[in-house]
């Protein structure tokens, strides 16, 4: 039996679906095209290793950065370091230094502490000569008033001349071995004539008389000598003054003293006693004060 054939009309034609399925392939390769050109501009068209390498110089970059600055503060820190290290070795050197000076040998400790007596005692010494000072700042000041009065009661004009007070041996003289020294005693104060030069006037307080370092260096010198006479010259205010100075030679030196009173204000002359006049060595800066009891 034979097959009843199709008509012309019942035929499906493909081309349109094959139309349809370029177009797609086409769509989608197109959508791949611009997924790598957007992807080559995000990285400049470098490729991946370029990229990982330019991370890679960007980290190391920062980490030496960061190195710097920690290299700049560790210099810091040796520079601190070798300045504690500086200061302990300072240190330790003083500390021997002490050290030794602590474990020196008992003759040495022994000199440091006559050494400290030494001068504990100049020390006193001198604070006992202040204290004097201080108490005779009041009647030094009244005695400046009454000498200003008293000066002004007594000047002279100018065409006339105080005569000299001629110091004389009193008796029939003294042996020529007599060494003689003069001091001169007046309100409130001694002077020393010319026994090393230069005449030294001192008050004449007890404690300053004690104190004195120069006054008591030269009671040292002259009693050195057994045949020597300190004459005090005793002005009509000085009898205090004799009293005091006089009273430290002859009770704490021994030295055997005269006073002869000067009449007046005139200047001393004491030519008359040229060749027996005694000399001594002048006191040192930081002459020692030793009294003999």
Not at 34 to 56: D, F, K
Not at 77 to 86: C, F, Q, S
Request: with cysteine; net charge positive.
């Amino acid at each position: 039996m034979a097959k009843r054939r199709h008509s012309a009309k019942d035929e499906i034609l493909l081309v349109p679906f094959l139309d349809i399925l370029c177009s797609l392939i086409g769509v989608l390769i197109l959508i791949i095209v611009v997924l790598c050109v957007s992807q080559s501009q995000q990285t400049n068209g470098r490729t991946p290793e370029e990229v990982q390498m330019a991370q890679e110089h960007k980290r190391m970059k920062k980490e030496l950065a960061e190195r710097e600055k920690l290299d700049v503060i560790l210099k810091e820190k040796i520079a601190e370091l070798e300045k504690l290290k500086a200061e302990i070795e300072d240190k330790e050197q003083r500390y021997l230094k002490f050290r030794k000076l602590l474990s020196s040998s008992k003759e040495l400790q022994e000199q440091n502490k006559l050494i400290a007596t030494k001068l504990q005692k100049e020390l006193d010494d001198l604070l006992t000569e202040i204290d004097g000072l201080k108490k005779q700042q009041d009647d030094s000041k009244k005695i400046i008033i009454d000498l200003i009065a008293e000066i002004k009661k007594r000047q002279i004009p100018a065409d006339k001349k105080v005569p000299p007070v001629v110091v004389q041996p009193s008796g029939t003289g003294m042996p020529d071995t007599t060494k003689v020294y003069f001091v001169e005693c007046a309100t409130g104060a001694l002077k020393i004539l010319g026994a090393w030069g230069a005449d030294y006037r001192l008050s004449a307080t007890a404690e300053v008389i004690v104190a004195d370092a120069a006054y008591n260096h030269f009671l040292t010198e002259v009693a050195k000598d057994k045949n020597a006479l300190i004459l005090y010259l005793i002005r009509d205010d000085g009898q205090a003054a004799y009293n005091n100075g006089a009273g430290r030679a002859e009770g704490d030196y021994k030295i055997r003293v005269g006073k002869l009173p000067i009449p007046g204000r005139g200047q001393l002359d004491l030519a008359l006693f040229e060749k027996y006049r005694g000399k001594v060595s002048p006191p040192t800066a930081a002459a020692p004060v030793k009294p003999k009891v």
